[in-house]
């Protein structure tokens, strides 16, 4: 544009730039292709329709799966509300409870409150300091109209990763389907089905640096889950989803998995030690900071630190060269904290101190090293500045103060 | 609020011990909120120098960094009429930010409540004497 220089992006668990290969892969079906895949009389329609079906295979390639099995929608928001709504209400007459976390995204929580609204009763399972869920707990829920259990596989806010293993071997032995949206996991960790008795399973094309307004959900055919379809029409995607396929989407998210599945052991590796580096120095160089989620069950490319006695929107703000997002809800009309926070049991006003870092596929060696050392510098200055800080120093007990309300 | 946020005025601390000193605590780090002014105050009742640290976002650290340019200068009654509503003017905070502005107003006032205070004790005892 004018030449000023863009911030760094450290952002990746909000979104994913386009791989240059996906991009690739697109752009035939955004010019010369552009038949509609269900039109069954003419070449435009047969090579769109070829070109979704490859897309269809290379999605559940990634996750071992059928390509009978993989439902395109436009996004994992959109998979998320289908797998929960619609496995309730068909199932309704039998099963009217489901389990999911206190951790889940927004989408999920909101489509588990409508269903309540409908009559279904919901258990919201509480993490442990962690992140994680006690699998005890989980066992402990289970009542005998229990049709559905949710659990993300990864969290986008603190990275942690729950045992989907064994959750998916406590539903399979009581036969209860299992959901777990895998937004943020798949392409970054072996996701496999049928290994990890995964019954439905919500992909996002925007976080595997595929294109946006595109993604699937994954339903399994052996046993068979049926579920209510969300949007009627022509029956499109086996009547579960109607709606013209969008073709250049849909090709883009099958590119974006092949190429995920292909680099996931490099991007792994790379994105680890990055990753270590990034907390290694900041922590050597800064006392009183707090990762928050399980150091070892995670997924390493995100990593949300809260900085004792710095507010995390202030630090944002001097962090202005770089594209990141706190766990602070300054930027939000309330002035409560990130409930995935406050869900760990993180104090409030850590929970205000809080700062995402986001490492991805194209993140470099030396971006992260000038977040990190810009970083220092900030936290420091803004330490200066703060009362919290001073207290400390002098000593006092910060718990031990009577604070005004507002 | 960008100029203030990156170079905020009369940040530090006074002595909180001096007996012209005045000293306000407001705010809670669980709303993520917290704003310390300290006013030094001469013998003619004008503040002469002030003071402030805050935990808290861009909008409230240019708050009380506004908040300690205005106070310089004004008497005490004078400081007293600082309204929240013309700080957030001054800086154009969105009402999603009004809140900063309003512990700033809360801040000069705690401020000031202190230093007054400070002031009485004195006053009494010497009373008590004649």
């Given at each position: 544009g004018d030449g000023a220089l863009r911030p760094l992006y450290m952002d990746v668990q909000a979104t994913t730039p386009l791989d240059p290969r996906v991009l690739d892969s697109m752009l035939p079906y955004l010019t010369?292709?552009?038949?509609?895949?269900?039109?069954?009389?003419?070449a435009y329609g047969w090579e769109s329709e070829a070109a979704v079906e490859k897309a269809r295979r290379q999605v559940a390639d990634l996750i071992g799966?059928?390509?009978?099995?993989i439902i395109f929608t436009s996004g994992a928001t959109e998979s998320n509300n289908m797998a929960i709504k619609g496995v309730a209400r068909f199932y309704k007459s039998r099963n009217k409870h489901i389990i999911t976390t206190q951790t889940e995204h927004k989408c999920v929580l909101d489509s588990c409150r409508s269903l309540e609204a409908e009559g279904f009763r919901v258990t919201y399972l509480p993490v442990q300091k962690n992140g994680l869920i006690d699998l005890k707990e989980l066992e402990a829920a289970f009542?005998?109209?229990?049709g559905l259990v949710s659990v993300m596989t990864?969290?986008?806010?603190?990275g942690v990763k729950q045992p989907i293993h064994d959750i998916g071997e406590i539903c399979r032995a009581r036969k209860v389907f299992f959901h777990t949206d895998a937004a943020q996991a798949i392409g970054k960790i072996p996701m496999d089905v049928n290994d990890m008795k995964i019954d439905l399973m919500s992909i996002s094309g925007h976080k595997i640096y595929g294109p946006k307004g595109v993604g699937a959900v994954y339903v399994r055919r052996r046993p068979r889950v049926r579920l209510e379809p969300l949007q009627s029409g022509?029956?499109?995607?086996?009547?579960?989803r109607s709606g013209t396929v969008p073709t250049p989407l849909a090709v883009g998210l099958g590119a974006a998995c092949e190429v995920a599945q292909q680099e996931m052991e490099y991007d792994h590796k790379r994105i680890s030690q990055l990753a270590e580096r990034l907390v290694t120095k900041i922590m050597s160089e800064v006392p009183d900071v707090v990762m928050n989620g399980d150091r070892e069950h995670r997924y390493p490319g995100c990593i949300n630190l809260s900085f004792a006695y710095v507010e995390g929107e202030s630090l944002l703000m001097a962090l202005k060269d770089v594209a990141l997002s706190s766990g602070?809800?300054?930027?939000?009309?309330?002035l409560e904290p990130s409930y995935v926070l406050r869900a760990i049991g993180t104090d409030e006003d850590l929970a205000h101190s809080s700062i995402r870092f986001g490492i991805g596929r194209f993140t470099t060696e030396e971006e992260v090293d000038y977040t990190v050392q810009k970083c220092i510098q900030h936290v420091k200055r803004l330490r200066e500045m703060s009362p919290l800080w001073e207290m400390v120093q002098d000593?006092?007990?910060?718990?031990?103060i009577k604070w005004t309300q507002h | 609020v960008v100029d203030h946020y990156e170079n905020?005025?009369?940040?530090g601390s006074l002595d909180?011990?001096?007996?012209n000193v005045g000293t306000g605590l407001v705010g809670a780090p669980a709303c993520g909120d917290v704003m310390k002014l300290q006013v030094e105050v001469d013998e003619n009742g004008r503040i002469v120098e002030a003071r402030f640290k805050t935990f808290g976002c861009g909008s409230a650290i240019a708050s009380s960094s506004l908040a300690t340019e205005w106070v310089k200068g004004k008497t005490v009654d004078e400081a007293l009429k600082i309204k929240n509503t013309d700080i957030a003017k001054e800086l154009c905070l969105p009402p999603v930010k009004l809140h900063c502005s309003m512990l700033a107003e809360d801040a000069i006032k705690a401020a000031l409540a202190d230093y007054k205070l400070k002031q009485h004790p004195k006053k009494e005892e010497s009373e008590q004497k004649a």
């Open positions: 010369a292709y552009y038949g509609n895949p269900h039109s069954r009389t003419h799966a059928d390509s009978r099995e009542q005998p109209d229990t990864v969290n986008n806010e603190i022509g029956g499109q995607e086996r009547g579960l602070s809800a300054c930027t939000s009309a309330s000593g006092i007990d910060l718990k031990s | 905020p005025r009369n940040v909180r011990n001096a007996k």
